[in-house]
Nanobody, 114 residues
Framework: VQLQASGGGLAQAGGSLRLSCAAS????????GGWYRQAPGKERELVAR???????NYADSVKGRFIISRDNVRNTMFLQMNSLKPEDTAVYYC?????????WGKGTQVTVSS
């Protein structure tokens, strides 16, 4: 299974961006998935996760602003990011698990200007 993230870019504070992660198989429907981010000089951190059953959880820093979802037909996971803040600036990665191992998409840069 391969994951491919897209949708990053430049946004102003208060704006919105939508990230997509396309999978080559039904990994998100079966095993769920997550979005992580890594800012310069910081460790990679979990932003949001969705389980195979559809339950979601979020980092406190993005609760109420970001929404994780998926389209089982298109094998795609999304991250809708609203009310963006400069501190959301990071490289965002999508992740899932297949055959017991983690699969990661290439990162997509999100830059939020103040």
């Amino acid at each position: 299974v391969q994951l491919q993230a897209s949708g990053g870019g430049l946004a102003q504070a208060g704006g919105s961006l939508r990230l997509s992660c396309a999978a080559s198989g039904s990994v998100f429907r079966i095993n769920g998935g997550g979005w992580y981010r890594q800012a310069p000089g910081k460790e990679r951190e979990l932003v949001a996760r969705i389980t195979g059953g559809g339950s979601t959880n979020y980092a406190d820093s993005v609760k109420g602003r970001f929404i994780i979802s998926r389209d089982n037909v298109r094998n795609t996971m999304f991250l809708q990011m609203n009310s963006l803040k400069p501190e959301d600036t990071a490289v965002y990665y999508c992740q899932s698990t297949w055959n017991g191992s983690d699969r990661w998409g290439k990162g997509t840069q999100v830059t939020v200007s103040s």
